[in-house]
């Protein structure tokens, strides 16, 4: 309730993050969507058979990626690292494996 008042506001009391995932099982694996700051519904499109996946990104900068080691490999995959902070969640997809969930979210976004 609080965090609704603060979001009319538009001061939010801290940066930020994705208050949840959405996984819904596809073919090749899942999509992992979440309702982006921006007003986008982004997210990623996990292919389990997939060995060298990178990072789907938001036009507002964001960048996320699904899988293990999850934060490791979209910050290697980012120009600025330095840019970033990067949130990290652990999601249980339909398979029952838990993987984590990385997300590169622009620093300028907290201004
Ligand atoms: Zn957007
Ligand atoms: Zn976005």
Redesign the pocket.
Known sequence: MLDTIRGWLGRPSEPWRPRSYRVTPTAAGADVNYD???G?D?GFALDRSATDTQPEH???G?AILVGSAAAARVAAALDDPAAFRIDVQELRMPWGEALEVALAIPQAADR
């Open positions: 982006c700051y921006c986008c982004a938001c036009c507002c964001n």
